[in-house]
């Protein structure tokens, strides 16, 4: 995958001790700033197949700065509307991903948006049953406001960065063209060794 993993493509370690392993969550953490497209299949494939199981199967979450910006290639017209590069649907869902961010704390936003990013329709109410998680304030904050609103923000997010393609993952706020296309398929292992690199300690079940 990652010779076409930028297909969506935008238009226009050193240490000198011996690391610690880690046996429970505390404050080191590494942040790694995600820029997406809900209908990229790339996007959706790195969010269900690889951030999320190494997010919550292998519990580093606790030990990540996580941040998702569901912008990616849009822009916006000279009328003031965005405009998404898959189309409506995607700016469609892009807002519902936006709503689930603005109301709900992260490790509940990743499990919903990698289960809405397993299918090109808004499935928020199937996802929602499944984990059990009241979305009641994600359909009022979507029907209530218009799209570009509720976009504005991961649009402006999006503008201070420059990346090559989505998606594009920034470890510590910095984007490495070759980094990013590695981590769409090693992400675990890569956040493992990053992990280790910056604060010399070994997370439970790396490498």
């Known amino acids: 995958m990652r010779a076409a993993v930028f297909v969506c493509l935008l238009l226009g370690w050193v240490g000198v001790a011996a690391p610690r392993r880690l046996l429970g969550p505390q404050t080191d953490r590494l942040a790694i700033t995600l820029y997406y497209e809900a209908l990229c299949p790339y ?58 961010l603005e109301h709900h704390d992260i490790a509940e936003s990743l499990k919903l948006i990698a289960c809405m990013m397993r299918g090109k329709k808004n499935r928020l109410d199937t996802c929602a049953d499944h984990y059990h998680i009241d979305v009641g304030d994600v359909k009022y904050c979507k029907e209530s406001r218009p799209v570009n609103d509720i976009l504005t923000k991961y649009g402006d997010e999006t503008a ?3 990346f090559s393609g989505v998606p594009a993952i920034f470890v510590e706020h910095v984007y490495s063209h070759d980094l990013s296309s590695n981590m769409t398929e090693h992400f675990d292992a890569i956040f493992c060794a990053k992990y280790k690199e910056k604060f010399n300690k070994q997370l439970n079940n790396c490498p």
């Open 160 to 162: 201070k960065v420059s």
């Open 43 to 100: 996007s959706m494939d790195f969010v269900a197949l690889q951030l999320k199981p190494s997010m919550v199967r292998q519990d580093r979450l606790p030990f990540t700065e996580l941040t998702l910006i569901p912008y990616g290639n849009a822009r916006t017209d000279d009328g003031g509307h965005v405009q998404c590069q898959h189309g409506v649907m995607e700016c469609e869902l892009n807002a519902w991903h936006g709503c689930i």
